[in-house]
């Protein structure tokens, strides 16, 4: 018998400034969309800057790339124009658990999403040794899942700096560090 293969997903919407309200208005709609995808969600959470939403992260096991992008877009937040643009990405879940099996549990405590975007040759292929916070690790990868672009990082850490550090320094184009919460349905 041949079964689906399941390939894992990264996706980062990314507010438009000002849509605070919209997120808010639209949050029922967005957790009911989510609610069918419970069962394959590697990670997920709201980011932000101080109180104001950033961005939703959401990391999960879908079919393909055309189930990933029709996940991402199909997103009431997004068909209501409450986000500027998603990064969606092949990803590869190098800890083999999901945020709610994560040691830690579900608590207010600082957590962080770091995404460090690739230039030349792979970084952090490895989970980083003593980094008990890391909730979610993994490469961000092409879509045929064989060119290395980056590296994403769930992770509680005392700040934004001890965040940064879980990737490599001088291996990025760039790293950029969100304030993050777990998100969906308690």
């Keep these: ?7 894992e997903f990264f996706c980062y919407h990314r507010d438009r400034p000002g849509s605070t309200a919209l997120r808010m208005e639209l949050n029922e709609e967005h957790q009911t969309y989510m609610d069918p995808y419970a069962a394959r969600m ?3 959470g709201p980011t932000f800057d101080g109180d104001t939403l950033t961005g939703s992260v959401h990391i ?5 790339a055309a189930a990933a992008r029709a996940f991402a877009f199909d997103e009431p937040c997004y068909q209501a124009g409450a986000y500027r643009d998603v990064l969606i990405r092949r990803w590869r879940n190098m800890l083999g658990r999901t945020m709610w099996e994560f040691p830690g549990g579900w608590t207010e405590d600082d957590g962080y999403l770091v995404l460090g975007l690739g230039a030349g040759p792979a970084a952090d292929l490895d989970v980083p040794s003593g980094q ?4 979610a690790y993994g490469p961000l990868l092409s879509d ?4 290395w672009v980056g590296t994403a990082a769930l992770v509680r850490t005392p700040d934004p700096d001890a965040a940064r550090a879980v990737l490599a320094p001088g291996r990025y184009a760039g790293i950029e560090v969100h ?4 998100g969906g349905r308690r």
Excluded: C, K, N, S
């Excluded at 018998?1 to 390939?7: A, D, E, K, P, S």
């Excluded at 304030?179 to 777990?182: H, K, L, P, Q, S």
């Design 60 to 64: 999960l096991d879908l079919p393909d």
């Design 132 to 135: 008990d916070g890391l909730v």
């Design 179 to 182: 304030a993050w919460e777990f």
């Design 144 to 147: 045929d899942g064989t060119v």
């Design 1 to 7: 018998m041949i079964g689906i293969l399941i390939m």
């Design 42 to 44: 590697i990670a997920r």
